[in-house]
């Protein structure tokens, strides 16, 4: 099992950027695939990033291509989501997810097949 703990949400302006951490307990971090998704209220827990276990695979909603990046540090058993051009619409909770399953196609962007789940950290961009 592993527990994830979100950190580096906050107010911000459009047009702004936000770095947001997720630091994972464990050994074996470096074997899950991990994942960003956020929810904004009163709508649905949505996909945002992820990224392969080792790194070398990166996925992305259509929304934020180009403006936001993930990436991990399996070392520090740490994985990022830099935000930069940030919106209004980008309001919302963000959390960090991990899968211990076999991760292909249009199953990087399914919110159930993620396993574990941090308790989030609120992103708030003013207009």
């Known amino acids: 099992q592993v527990q994830l703990v979100e950190s580096g949400g906050g107010l911000v302006q459009a047009g702004g950027s936000l770095r947001l951490s997720c630091a994972a307990s464990?050994?074996?971090?470096?074997?899950?695939?991990m994942g960003w998704f956020r929810q904004a209220p009163g709508k649905e827990r949505e996909f945002v990033a992820a990224?392969?276990?080792?790194?070398?695979?990166?996925y992305y909603e259509d929304s934020v291509k180009g403006r936001f990046t993930i990436s991990r540090d399996n070392a520090k058993n740490t994985v990022y989501l830099q935000m930069n051009s940030l919106k209004p619409e980008d309001t919302a909770v963000y959390y960090c997810?991990?899968?211990?399953?076999?991760?292909?196609?249009?199953?990087?962007?399914?919110?159930?097949?993620?396993?574990?789940w941090g308790q989030g950290t609120q992103v708030t961009v003013s207009s």
């Open positions: 990224v392969s276990s080792g790194g070398g695979s990166t």
């Open positions: 997810a991990a899968s211990i399953n076999f991760m292909y196609g249009s199953r990087w962007y399914t919110r159930k097949e993620y396993d574990y």
């Open positions: 464990g050994r074996t971090f470096s074997s899950y695939e």
